[in-house]
């Protein structure tokens, strides 16, 4: 009764535009409150809990190591390298876009970061090369969800706290992964150039390989120092998440010189403001999911599910169906905090590795970040591009469709994320 309770208030609050991370925590309010089942006193001890977890030390960290990569000119010099790899083809400047932000993400750990860092200079340069501006920015919001597949990311952070899943693991199993939807988008991108002929300038305008690697030395070396870090057992990824940002400071302020003094104040607050509102969700969320736990709720959902379902391939069939609908319409984070308990003890069941139950989840969720209506890197890119929604739901949609198609590999082929992870780990 609790349980149906909580989730009427909470839909209730979805439906009346009330914030994701206040609907949740007001829900979870009314079941200790009015319905008396818990002592209210657990509110602020089980906030309290839920975020006092040292990994998510990292969430702020990282948020602020991708702010300073934008402001200290660390994400231009990375477009310029994409560039150099993949421009010199027709659709070479859509594919730039792509590997740009793969090679951001692999430091900053956040779609929404990723989109506008990458996004405030490729869709400009996209529209003037003749792309369509609605196109250019679904690539944009497509591209940047990478930042949460290829590690260090968040939702994966997430993950693995609230999964009690090792985090080292799941960033490396993140890999394979982002690099199989990297190399999917490229490869569309370059043959929808083809078929509508736009592009065709691209290859005339490439930028000179030798140079943009040299003027993008110390920024192409930050990823090497943050991951092999973490993969040499120098330090742990919470700990890379402050040597990214000592990295990102250093870089930008006396090397390229073009972070200042003034310029740390914006950088910071909007780093503050940022991880406040994740950080906000999850205490909330965290609540949430302690009453879930409390009255049973995954226990009850293994049985039933074990009952009804007689496969991990259905298991994974439909929990990729409910994720995908759950991704549309509430945030990330929030989903991964309360689902993840829930779901994987019954992935484990059937199974399956929960590492790669936590990728699974953890891509298609991403998904959720560019489909309507609430997907965040679609206002992201739409914000960027200064266009309204309607206009990028038309070409998003062929965008989803190819991202899709690489969640069913990664679902069934399960060597695709955990290759890497078994050969470095086992």
């Given at each position: 009764?609790?349980?149906?309770?909580?989730?009427?208030?909470?839909?209730?609050?979805?439906?009346?535009?009330?914030?994701?991370?206040?609907?949740?925590?007001?829900?979870?309010?009314?079941?200790?409150?009015?319905?008396?089942?818990?002592?209210?006193?657990?509110?602020?001890?089980?906030?309290?809990?839920?975020?006092?977890?040292?990994?998510?030390?990292?969430?702020?960290?990282?948020?602020?190591?991708?702010?300073?990569?934008?402001?200290?000119?660390?994400?231009?010099?990375?477009?310029?390298?994409?560039?150099?790899?993949?421009?010199?083809?027709?659709?070479?400047?859509?594919?730039?876009?792509?590997?740009?932000?793969?090679?951001?993400?692999?430091?900053s750990?956040?779609?929404t970061?990723?989109?506008?860092?990458?996004?405030?200079?490729?869709?400009?340069?996209?529209?003037?090369?003749?792309?369509?501006?609605?196109?250019?920015?679904?690539?944009?919001?497509?591209?940047?969800?990478?930042?949460?597949?290829?590690?260090?990311?968040?939702?994966?952070?997430?993950?693995?706290?609230?999964?009690?899943?090792?985090?080292?693991?799941?960033?490396?199993?993140?890999?394979?992964?982002?690099?199989?939807?990297?190399?999917?988008?490229?490869?569309?991108?370059?043959?929808?150039?083809?078929?509508?002929?736009?592009?065709?300038?691209?290859?005339?305008?490439?930028?000179?390989?030798?140079?943009?690697?040299?003027?993008?030395?110390?920024?192409?070396?930050?990823?090497v120092?943050?991951?092999?870090?973490?993969?040499?057992?120098?330090?742990?990824?919470?700990?890379?998440?402050?040597?990214?940002?000592?990295?990102?400071?250093?870089?930008?302020?006396?090397?390229?010189?073009?972070?200042?003094?003034?310029?740390?104040?914006?950088?910071?607050?909007?780093?503050?403001?940022?991880?406040?509102?994740?950080?906000?969700?999850?205490?909330?969320a965290?609540?949430?999911?302690?009453i879930?736990?409390?009255?049973?709720?995954?226990?009850?959902?293994?049985?039933?599910?074990?009952?009804?379902?007689?496969?991990?391939?259905t298991?994974?069939?439909?929990?990729?169906?409910?994720?995908?609908?759950?991704?549309?319409?509430?945030?990330?984070?929030?989903?991964?905090?309360?689902?993840?308990?829930?779901?994987?003890p019954?992935?484990?069941?059937?199974?399956?590795?929960?590492?790669?139950?936590?990728?699974?989840?953890?891509?298609?969720?991403?998904?959720?970040?560019?489909?309507?209506?609430?997907?965040?890197?679609?206002?992201?890119?739409?914000?960027?591009?200064r266009?309204?929604?309607?206009?990028?739901?038309k070409?998003?949609?062929?965008?989803?469709?190819?991202?899709?198609?690489?969640?069913?590999?990664?679902?069934?082929?399960?060597?695709?994320?955990?290759?890497?992870?078994?050969?470095?780990?086992?």
């Amino acid at each position: 009764m609790l349980t149906q309770s909580l989730l009427v208030v909470m839909c209730t609050l979805f439906l009346l535009g009330v914030p994701i991370a206040v609907s949740i925590g007001l829900a979870a309010i009314f079941g200790i409150q009015v319905l008396g089942a818990i002592n209210p006193v657990i509110i602020g001890q089980q906030l309290y809990v839920v975020l006092d977890k040292f990994p998510l030390v990292a969430i702020p960290f990282f948020i602020l190591a991708g702010n300073l990569m934008d402001t200290g000119g660390i994400s231009r010099r990375l477009i310029d390298v994409a560039r150099a790899m993949v421009g010199r083809t027709q659709g070479g400047l859509a594919a730039t876009c792509v590997v740009a932000c793969m090679i951001f993400a692999a430091v900053s750990g956040s779609s929404t970061a990723t989109t506008f860092a990458i996004g405030a200079i490729m869709i400009p340069a996209l529209e003037r090369a003749g792309y369509p501006k609605p196109w250019a920015a679904a690539l944009q919001a497509t591209s940047a969800e990478l930042g949460v597949i290829i590690p260090p990311s968040i939702p994966l952070i997430l993950f693995g706290v609230a999964a009690d899943v090792s985090i080292g693991e799941l960033f490396i199993a993140g890999f394979g992964p982002g690099l199989l939807i990297g190399f999917v988008l490229i490869g569309y991108v370059l043959v929808w150039a083809r078929l509508t002929g736009h592009g065709k300038a691209d290859a005339l305008e490439g930028v000179s390989p030798l140079p943009a690697f040299r003027r993008a030395t110390f920024a192409l070396l930050m990823p090497v120092v943050v991951l092999g870090g973490i993969y040499g057992g120098v330090f742990t990824p919470t700990e890379a998440s402050a040597i990214a940002v000592v990295y990102a400071l250093a870089i930008g302020m006396f090397v390229h010189r073009e972070l200042g003094w003034r310029d740390l104040g914006p950088v910071l607050r909007k780093s503050v403001i940022s991880s406040v509102v994740i950080l906000f969700i999850i205490a909330w969320a965290g609540l949430f999911a302690f009453i879930i736990n409390r009255e049973g709720v995954p226990a009850a959902i293994g049985a039933w599910m074990l009952t009804v379902i007689d496969s991990p391939v259905t298991f994974l069939l439909v929990v990729n169906l409910v994720l995908f609908v759950i991704g549309m319409f509430i945030e990330g984070s929030a989903a991964i905090i309360v689902l993840a308990p829930i779901l994987v003890p019954v992935a484990i069941r059937y199974g399956i590795d929960p590492v790669h139950f936590g990728i699974v989840m953890v891509v298609n969720l991403a998904i959720g970040f560019i489909t309507p209506p609430f997907g965040v890197n679609l206002f992201a890119a739409c914000a960027v591009a200064r266009i309204p929604l309607q206009r990028i739901v038309k070409p998003i949609v062929a965008f989803i469709g190819v991202v899709l198609a690489c969640l069913l590999l990664i679902t069934y082929i399960p060597p695709i994320p955990l290759a890497l992870r078994d050969w470095v780990y086992r």
